[in-house]
Structures are given as C-alpha cells and as structure tokens.
C-alpha cells in the first residue's frame, strides 16, 4: 500500500481492478475529478499480470486520497472485502475498473443521503454499449423518477420498479451507510455475481432509502468476453440460484402475494432462462446437438419455468414470440431460437444491445 491516509472522510470509494491496463486510468481519474473531493479512494490490484498494477500506482503517487493494494490473485469478492475492512468513510461507494464516473457523481449521491438521513441512496446510470473497430457506440439509461421512501414498506412496494429497471443489482449505483454494512457484518461472497448477494443482504431490512433520477455513471459493454462467444457451464445452475435469492426476499417482504412484485420477479427469471439457452446454444459450448436440446428441454418443463412464463408479461412483441417455445415446452424451437440469438450475440454486438434493451 503506497498511501496511508489520515483522518475520516466522507466517502470510501471501492474499485478493484484486474487486467484492465486499457481501462483503468480513465476509471481513477474520473474519480479523481470529482466536484465532491471529502473522500478516500481505495484501489485494489488483484493480481493483475498486465500494467494494471503499474497505471494504478502511478495515480497513487500524485494523490494523497488514493490508497493501493496489491494482493495475490483472489477475485472481486476478495478484493472487495480488503478495501472494506480499510474503508473509514461515513459512505462506501463501489466502482469498476472498466467503466466511468461522471464529475457531480458522489456529490449527487452524498446530498440526499445527508439531508434526508437516508441508508441508501440508488441512482440511475447509461450503459454504453461499444461495437465494432471504430469507436461507435449506443446509450441506454437505466433509471426511475426521483423519490425518497422514508418507511420499508414503502420501499418494499416500489422496489419491483427499480429491480425491473435494473436499478436494484448492480453496487455502483447506490451510496452505502458503512455503519450499516459493518453492524450487518455484510462482505461479498465467493460466488458467481458476487455483488448481487451483497446488494440483497443490504436491502434485505434496509429503511430510509432515496432513488435520484440522474445518472452519473458510465456501464461499459466493450470487452469481447463480455458480449460474445464465451459459454459458462454453470450459468443455469447459477440464475437458478439467483431466481430463489429473489424469492426468498419477496417471501421475506410478505409481498410474495403481491400481483406485479411477482409478475416483475418471474419476468426477470424467464428473460435470464433465455439468457441460458443462448448459453446452451454458444459456439463454444462442448455438448453434442442432442444434448444442447435435452438440457434445453430439463430447463423450460420445470414448474418453476411454467409458472414463470405463464406470469410474466412481456413489454415486447418480439419477447413474446421468443417465449413461444418455452410455454409449448417446445426444446428443438428454443435451440434454433437459442442459437440465433447466438449469432446475432456474436455477430452484431449493436443489433444485440438495441433488441435487448426493447425487451
């Protein structure tokens, strides 16, 4: 660790970084950039093997605010966890390596959550979606109105808005009580989207909560890995897991009963179970036709896939007719479907993003 910084701010900010030398610099600087500057910056290296290490430290040695960390190799979870347990800041905030901030972020942030003595603050933000050779991009804004929900049912009832807008998984667009996270005694876990979990612990019982319509925050789709042909053995298994996470929490809200809290929850669950017969349907993907189509088929005659499909109500023609083949339970339609969506994932990152984002 190059710095040691003194004092309490009011800000912790989070950013752990792995491998992302084309990135980072713009990352920390737009933090550094700041119109709000009572905040710490922690950085953490996570065993990078390109220059990460080398840009980070560079930015540490010219500012004081900015504390760096260069453990072995661990994941995000555990680079996380190390700046948090350094953390002093009234707030955490969370950033990644790859994306950007905008120069009024924190204090967007820190003001509603000062005035209004709030827990948790959860803002809009754009996801830039980057394709081809030559810099083009589209833009999408992920937001809801501006409010402030001073009760947890009130919370409770509009969260099924912000969770269909996005708003509700990501860490890097809310402000966190650090008080909060250490009574809780809340760390990211070792597991496949590891801040989802943490986001859900935070909001499991969470009062006071505002949401500013404004967005200050850059999501980048960019990196071929992120956008294209590569095929994870696991994901079924793991939106499985996520899907209860989901129900699990409306059970606890006592609003699994509620007509458009579940209707947002089952719709979610279905979108991402396309999501994995894409994934099935991956060039990269190993198993033979036979059995893309037989895992496809344990995957749409579940009761919990029927009752997901008969639930949701789709904003879009085009979702509707992508869910035919799930509520027919037809396996060889989905794969076809499966693989075309495939192509196009691969072949056309901005017809991709476009359809995606009119779901």
Not at 41 to 58: A, E, M, N, P, W
Not at 263 to 287: A, D, K
Not at 302 to 330: C, E, F, G, W, Y
């Amino acid at each position: 660790m190059a710095n040691v910084l003194r004092g309490y701010p009011l800000v912790s900010v989070i950013l752990p970084a792995y491998n992302v030398e084309n990135y980072v610099a713009r990352a920390i600087e737009s933090m550094q950039r700041q119109t709000m500057d009572d905040f710490e910056f922690l950085v953490v290296d996570d065993g990078s093997t390109d220059r990460t290490g080398d840009i980070i430290h560079q930015h540490t040695r010219h500012d004081l605010r900015i504390a760096d960390f260069h453990p072995k190799n661990g994941g995000a979870p555990m680079a996380r966890n190390l700046a948090l347990d350094h953390a002093r800041g009234k707030y955490v905030y969370f950033m990644d390596a790859d994306d950007w901030a905008e120069r009024d972020l924190l204090k967007s942030l820190v003001e509603p959550a000062e005035t209004s003595s709030l827990e948790l603050v959860v803002e809009g933000f754009y996801i830039d979606t980057y394709y081809g050779n030559d810099g083009e991009y589209t833009i999408e804004k992920k937001y809801r109105p501006t409010a402030t929900y001073p009760t947890q049912y009130e919370f409770r009832v509009a969260a099924a808005e912000l969770f269909d807008q996005n708003l509700l998984y990501p860490p890097w667009n809310k402000l966190f009580l650090r008080e909060r996270i250490e009574r809780l005694g809340l760390r990211f876990r070792n597991t496949f989207m590891d801040d989802f979990p943490f986001v859900l612990d935070y909001i499991r019982d969470v009062e006071r909560v505002g949401v500013i319509e404004d967005a200050y925050y850059h999501f980048i789709r960019k990196r071929e890995d992120s956008e294209t042909a590569r095929w994870r053995p696991d994901m079924y298994e793991k939106r499985e897991e996520e899907h209860g996470w989901m129900l699990d929490l409306y059970h606890h809200w006592k609003l699994d009963g509620d007509p458009s809290s579940m209707e947002v929850v089952h719709r979610r669950y279905i979108e991402r179970l396309v999501g994995c017969i894409e994934n099935v349907c991956n060039r990269s993907c190993t198993m033979t036709r036979k059995e893309k189509i037989s895992a496809i088929n344990q995957m749409i005659s579940t009761d919990q896939a029927q009752i997901a499909v008969a639930l949701a109500q789709p904003h879009s023609r085009m979702m509707k007719t992508m869910l035919v083949p799930i509520k027919t339970k037809n396996a060889r339609l989905a794969y076809h479907e499966g693989k075309l969506i495939s192509f196009v994932k691969s072949h056309n990152t901005k017809v991709f993003a476009t359809l995606k984002a009119r779901r």
